[in-house]
C-alpha cells in the first residue's frame, strides 16, 4: 500500500467502491512488517497481511462479548488489565482470553535470533517499526502566552539564541538589553515573565562565561536536597515516577523471596518507604529486601548514604521486612563497576533510573560512550526489571538554538504547571531547582552539560539496541496514577499511554515518561528459542 | 440471535474496507466494555484505551498545530491547526513556525476558520484523539483555513448543556482574536463537527444568531440527533452496521439533564419541543448522512426541519456509507465529502 492520497482523482486507485469493501485480495503481497498505513495514524499497529485474522479475533470477541453475562463483563472491566492497546491484535487477543474462550491463532513471529530486531513471541515487537507519522519527536506546544509583550518576550529570546549560535556576543548582549526591559513590562510572576526571566538569566551567563567553563555556584549536598525536596512537594512529576516504578518494581518482584533494587540516585530515598510497604502487605508474606542506593560522595566528611540507609532500615523493621541497604559512592554513574553493587544470582534484580540515564550522554570517555557502557553493565546483570524515567523533551540536540526553543516550552509548560501550587516556599524553591536545571541546558557545554534530555521515542531505540526489551505499563498503573493526580487540586494533569509506557504531562503536553524494560540475555553459543515465563 | 450477529457482523464487514472495518469494531467493542448499565462511565479505561498524539509546532505536510488553553477556569483546551508558511525566512523552518504561532492569519486574503467540534457520542474522544488530529490536519489542507478543535467537556461527568457552553466559550474566543482576522479584520468563522460535534454545531450556531457573532455555515458530519419515538431507520438499522439503538439511547441518558427524555430540544431540536428556527438569521447548512446510520431519519429531519424554517440547507444523502466513513481516506463517500466541504467553505470571489 503506498502512501494514501488524499485527492479527489484517486478514487480509481483507492481500495473500494461505494458498494463492495474488500479489495484487498487485489493488492500485491506485502513484506512481512508493512503496517496497515491508515489504521497507524490512527494509532493502531497492524500488519497489513494480519488485516483478515484481527478482524476475525475481533468478530470472535464480539460473539464472546454477547454470550456473556453482564457480570462477567464487568469482572473483564474491573479485573482485567489491559495493556498496549496500539498493538490492536494483542489486545484483543487478551479480550479473549481474559473471557476464557479458545486460544487465539498465533501470528507467526521471527525467532531468529541473530536478527537484532527480533522478540520472544510474547513481548511486543512493533517498538522498532513505528511508522513515523508526526516525525521523530514532535515539537508540542501549549501556548501559555497571548498577550502582545509576551510574544515580543520570545521572539526577541530566539533572535537572542540565534545571536549566540552564531557566535555574534556583542549583539546578543544588546538584545539582553531588549529582554530585561520587556521582562520589566510583563507580569515575571507568573507564565511566560517568570520562565521567561530565568531564560534571559540563563542567556546572559553563557555570553559573560564560556559554556564550557561554566560555573555554577555549586550548591552543598544539603541545600541541593532541599531544592529537590521542595520540587518532590510542589509537583507530581517525582511523585509520579516513583509512584509508576513502585508498581513495576512490584510487579517484576511476583513470587521471588530475594530481591535487590538499585537506584541510580538516592538522594533522599523517598521513593523506598512506599515499596517497603507495600512489600510488607505482599499476600504470602515481603520478600528479604536489599537496597544499593548510588549517589554522590559527600564532601562534608558525612556519610549521607547511609544516614538514609538507616531511617530506611529503620521502617523496614517496623513492618517487618528483612532489609539490608548498601551505599555505594560515585560521582558518575559510568564511575560505578558491577562488583561494587554485589549482587547474587539468587536475586531478582530492579534497576531503578529517576533522570538519571540522560547524564550518560556526554561526551565519550576513554572507554566510550558512557551510556553503552552503563547499558552493557546493566544488562550483564540481568535485571528483571530496568525502570527508566526521563523528561520529555529534546535538549540535547546538536544546534544551541533548537535546544533552547525546545526548553523554552518544556519549561514554560512545566511553570505553567507550577503556577496552581500555592504553598510557600515550595513553589519557589521548587522553581530554583527547575532554574537549575534550565541553567544547564542553557549556559554549559561539553561534559559541565549533564541534562541532556531525549525524549521517550529515542529512548525506546536505544534502548532496544542496547538489548533491553519493553515491559508494558498497563491500565491498572494508567488508573492509580490518574488517580494520585486527583489528590492534586489542579485539574490539567494529564497522564497518557503511549504503547506501554506512560507518561504524565500538564494539559496536552507530556512532560516525563515512565518505560520499564526486561534485559534480554546476550546470546551463548547455543541458539534456540527463548522461553520467557 | 447469535445466528443473526453472524449475519449483521458479515454484512457490516461488506460495505466497508477492512480496516475500517477493524477500526469501527474496534471502537464498538471498547465502548462496550466503557458504557455501563448503571450509567456511569469508565472513564480511567476510556482515557488508557483512546488513541491520542500530540501537537506538533514542526510543519507535517504543511501543516503545523499547537495547543491552547481558553478558559482557565475550566481548563478548557484547543488544538489550533495551521497551515505553515510557504517560504522560510533563511531560518530553519523550525524558527519559522514559532513565530508564526499566533501571526495574523492573513492581510491579503480572507481565511476561513473552522472550529471543529469531535464526535464520540458526548462521552469519548478527545481533541487529541488521533482521529480527528488526522481530520483537522485535511481540513486545513483542503479549505485552506485554520482549524479550531474544541475540547469540550464530556458525559456523563459533565452532562448537558457544558458541550454546548464549552463550543460558545470557543466560538468568542475565535471571534475575539486579533490573529484570526482576514484582510477585512474580520474572523471568517465555520462550525463543524461530526457525531455530537454536529449537533454541538447546530447549539452553538443558534445561540450565536442572538449575539454580534456571525457563523458564516455550519458543517454536520452524521450529526447525532433523535427522539422519543422509533423511527423507521432505526428498527430497521439497529446493531447492523456498528451502532445499536441501545447504546444512541445510554449516550443521551448520559448527557441529557435527569428526567428528561429524547423529545428535549437538545436531541430533538425540530421535536414536540423545538423551538422554531423561522425567521432568524441561521446560517447555511451543509449535512451530511450515511445511508446506513441507524439515526439518519432524525437526521433528514433536521435538514427538512431548516429547509421548512427557510435556510439554505445543502443534504448531502450518501446511500452506502456507514458511520466513520470520513475517518479513514479509502472510500468514494470519504473524497465526495470532503469536495462538498471545500466548495462550502472556500469562499466564491465577486458572489459576496
Known sequence: ?533 | MAGSDQINLSESKRVVPLNTWILMSNFKLAYNLLRRPDGTFNRHLAEFLDRKVPANVNPVDGVFSFDIVIDRTINLLSRIYRPAAKETEGGAPLSTSIAQLEKPVSTSDVVPVIIFFHGGSFAHSSANSAIYDILCRRLVGLCNAVVVSVNYRRAPENPYPSAYDDGWTALEWVNSRPWLQSKDSKVHIFLAGDSSGGNIVHQVALRAVKSEIQVLGNILLNPMFGGKTRTESEKRLDSRYFVTIQDRDWYWKAFLPEGEDRDHPACNPFGPKGASLEGIKFPKSLVVVAGLDLIQDWQLAYADGLKRAGHEVKLLYLEKATIGFYLLPNNDHFHTVMDEIHNFVTPIPDCE
Open chain 1, 1 to 533: 500500500m503506498g502512501p494514501h492520497d488524499s485527492s479527489i482523482s484517486a478514487a480509481a486507485g483507492s481500495t473500494s467502491s461505494s458498494s463492495s469493501a474488500c479489495s484487498t485480495s487485489t493488492k500485491p503481497p506485502q513484506p512481512p512488517d508493512q503496517m496497515d498505513h491508515l489504521l497507524a495514524g490512527a494509532g493502531y499497529k497492524v500488519r497489513s497481511n494480519d488485516l483478515h485474522q484481527v478482524a476475525e479475533r475481533l468478530q470472535r470477541l464480539e460473539t464472546v462479548m454477547v454470550k456473556s453475562s453482564p457480570v462477567e463483563i464487568s469482572e473483564l472491566v474491573n479485573d482485567a488489565v489491559h495493556y498496549n492497546p496500539t498493538d490492536l491484535a494483542s489486545w484483543v487477543d487478551s479480550l479473549l482470553t481474559e473471557l476464557n474462550t479458545n486460544p487465539p491463532l498465533s501470528v507467526p513471529v521471527p525467532t531468529d535470533l541473530s536478527d537484532p530486531n527480533a522478540f520472544p513471541a510474547n513481548i511486543n515487537m512493533y517498538a522498532n517499526h513505528a511508522p513515523q507519522v508526526h516525525g521523530e519527536f514532535s515539537q508540542q506546544v501549549v501556548a501559555p502566552f497571548e498577550e502582545d509583550v509576551s510574544i515580543q518576550l520570545v521572539h526577541v529570546l530566539m533572535t537572542c539564541a540565534e545571536a549566540v549560535q552564531r557566535g555574534d556576543l556583542s549583539l546578543a548582549g544588546l538584545l539582553i538589553d531588549d529582554l530585561q526591559a520587556l521582562l520589566g513590562r510583563v507580569n515575571s510572576g507568573c507564565g511566560i515573565g517568570k520562565v521567561g526571566s530565568f531564560f534571559v538569566d540563563a542567556l546572559s551567563r553563557r555570553i559573560v562565561n564560556s559554556p564550557e567553563n561554566a560555573v555554577h555556584a555549586d550548591l552543598s549536598a544539603y541545600e541541593n536536597e532541599i531544592l529537590y525536596h521542595h520540587y518532590y512537594e510542589a509537583c507530581p512529576y517525582l511523585k509520579f515516577a516513583h509512584f509508576t516504578a513502585n508498581q513495576a518494581i512490584l510487579e517484576a518482584f511476583d513470587g521471588q523471596d530475594c530481591v535487590h533494587v538499585i537506584d541510580f540516585n538516592l538522594m533522599q530515598g523517598l521513593q523506598w518507604p512506599a515499596l517497603i510497604q507495600a512489600l510488607a502487605l505482599r499476600p504470602g508474606g515481603p520478600p528479604l529486601l536489599r537496597l544499593t542506593g548510588i549517589g554522590p560522595p559527600s564532601p562534608d566528611g558525612r556519610d549521607s548514604l547511609r544516614e538514609i540507609g538507616l531511617k530506611l532500615a529503620e521502617l523496614a523493621r517496623s513492618v517487618n521486612v528483612r532489609f539490608a541497604f548498601r551505599g555505594v559512592a560515585a560521582s558518575r554513574l559510568d564511575d560505578v563497576k558491577p562488583w561494587m553493587l554485589q549482587v547474587s544470582p539468587k536475586e531478582a534484580i530492579a534497576v531503578n533510573s529517576i533522570m538519571q540515564l540522560h547524564r550518560l550522554l556526554g561526551p565519550n570517555s576513554s572507554r566510550g560512550p558512557p551510556i553503552d557502557l552503563v547499558l552493557d553493565w546493566i544488562r550483564d546483570l540481568n535485571p528483571r526489571i530496568l525502570m527508566v524515567v526521563e523528561q520529555e523533551s529534546n535538549h540535547n540536540q546538536p544546534e544551541f538554538l533548537d535546544r533552547f526553543t525546545e526548553a523554552l516550552y518544556y519549561y514554560s509548560t512545566m511553570f505553567d504547571s507550577l503556577d496552581v501550587c500555592t504553598a510557600q516556599p515550595e513553589k519557589a524553591l521548587a522553581e530554583l531547582y527547575i532554574q537549575r536545571e534550565i541553567c544547564n541546558v542553557v549556559c554549559c557545554e561539553g561534559p559541565v552539560r549533564v541534562e541532556r534530555h531525549e525524549p521517550l521515542v529515542r529512548w525506546r531505540d536505544r534502548l532496544i539496541n542496547a538489548g533491553f526489551a519493553p515491559l508494558h505499563l498497563g491500565s491498572n498503573a494508567f488508573k492509580q496514577a490518574r488517580m494520585l493526580l486527583t489528590l492534586f487540586s489542579a485539574e490539567g494533569y494529564s497522564v497518557e499511554e503511549n504503547e506501554g509506557c506512560l507518561t504524565l504531562g500538564w494539559h496536552s503536553r507530556p512532560l516525563i515518561a515512565a518505560s520499564a524494560w526486561q534485559a534480554i540475555p546476550k546470546p551463548s553459543t547455543t541458539i534456540g528459542p527463548i522461553n520467557h515465563p
